[in-house]
């Protein structure tokens, strides 16, 4: 039987992470854990329950109170907060904007990675996020740091939200996305940062399969 590996995909706001990791998911029949959709998810657990995001022992003390699971179905990823599903209410542009603020408290992301851990502790996951390569999988055997220019982003998002028939500003949404990218590279704990073994790829100009590719070339190096 193959090894199975633990593959960490970070980078920035729109980069493509979610995308490519699901596909690659798919084609190695491996768990893909979507970590932006449990920062997500109590972020908006913490606005409707009109918490001060600044606040990291209120913060805290809910997240110990709250499960957060990621189930696999054929629609791609649902996200459960406390048995009800609110995989389209952690999308909406109020959580967009609150949820760097919410994931920058360092005992917020102790917790959340410990759960992370703990979902990937027998491998075969590919795992996205901010802080996974450095911080939630240090031992993975692929790293990939997904890049991409802020228009690019910024367009694909706006693509996104035009192909679903949501209100969408292309403007609006580079400075959203930019002060994002900002608040996650510059807080204390575990900022959006590549790590020193992992492998840049910069998405710009290359097509959904193109990322895929390089990512899977990646992986059968390591199983060899
Ligand atoms: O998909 P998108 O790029 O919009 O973001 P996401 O992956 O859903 O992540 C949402 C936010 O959660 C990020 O902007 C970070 O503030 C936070 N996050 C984090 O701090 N660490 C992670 N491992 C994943 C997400
Ligand atoms: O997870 P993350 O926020 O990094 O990005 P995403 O939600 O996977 O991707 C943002 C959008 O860019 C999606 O609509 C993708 O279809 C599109 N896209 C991409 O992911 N990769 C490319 N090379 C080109 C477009």
Redesign the pocket.
Known sequence: MKKKLSIAID?P????????AKIVAERLSYVYIDT?AMYRAITYKAIIENLNLEDEEALLDTLLATEIELLPSENGQLVYLDHKDVTKEIRTSEVTNSVSIVSKHPKLREEMVRRQQSFAKSGGVVM?GRDIGTHVLPNAEVKVF?L?SVEE?AL??H??NMQKGFPSDLERLKQEISLRDKIDSEREAAPLKKAEDAVEID?TS???P??VDQIMALVDERIG
Do not use: C, N, W
Request: charged content about 30%; aromatic content about 0%; glycine content about 12%.
């Open positions: 980078g706001a729109a980069a493509g992470k979610s995308t490519v932006g996205d997904l991409a982003r694909r998002r693509t996104e998405t290359l097509t959904i193109e990322v």
